[in-house]
């Protein structure tokens, strides 16, 4: 069983920066593919970023990249999202979301099994 907590959200003006946090309660956490989605008012989940424990390789969406960096620190079992050059279309609710690993970093909804309650970043213009 993999609990997911998130915190970091907020209000920020077009061009800040967030860093949006994730701990992790997990037995091993190396062995979990961690990922960010977001869902904006009235559009559907999005995948945004995603981790692999152990290799360490990432995914993102084009929409974020360049701009956003998940990281790990394994000794603490947490997962960050640095968000940069924040725009309004980056306004909506990020979700912490984990799987255990496989030979893929998935970046479909239904591929993860765990997810967090979500914190609500809002990027005003």
């Known amino acids: 069983q993999v609990q997911l907590v998130e915190s970091g959200g907020g209000l920020v003006q077009a061009g800040d920066s967030l860093r949006l946090s994730c701990e992790a309660y997990a037995r091993t956490f190396s062995a979990l593919t961690m990922a960010w989605f977001r869902r904006a008012p009235g559009k559907e989940e999005e995948f945004v970023a995603a981790?692999?424990?152990?290799?360490?390789?990432?995914a993102y969406a084009d929409s974020v990249k360049g701009r956003f960096t998940i990281s790990t620190d394994n000794t603490r079992n947490m997962v960050y999202l640095q968000m940069n050059s924040l725009k309004s279309e980056d306004t909506a609710v990020y979700y912490c979301?984990?799987?255990?690993?496989?030979?893929?970093?998935?970046?479909?909804?239904?591929?993860?099994?765990?997810w967090g309650q979500g914190t609500q970043v809002t990027v005003s213009s």
């Open positions: 981790l692999r424990g152990g290799v360490g390789s990432t």
């Open positions: 979301a984990a799987r255990y690993n496989n030979l893929f970093i998935p970046t479909t909804r239904t591929a993860y099994m765990y």
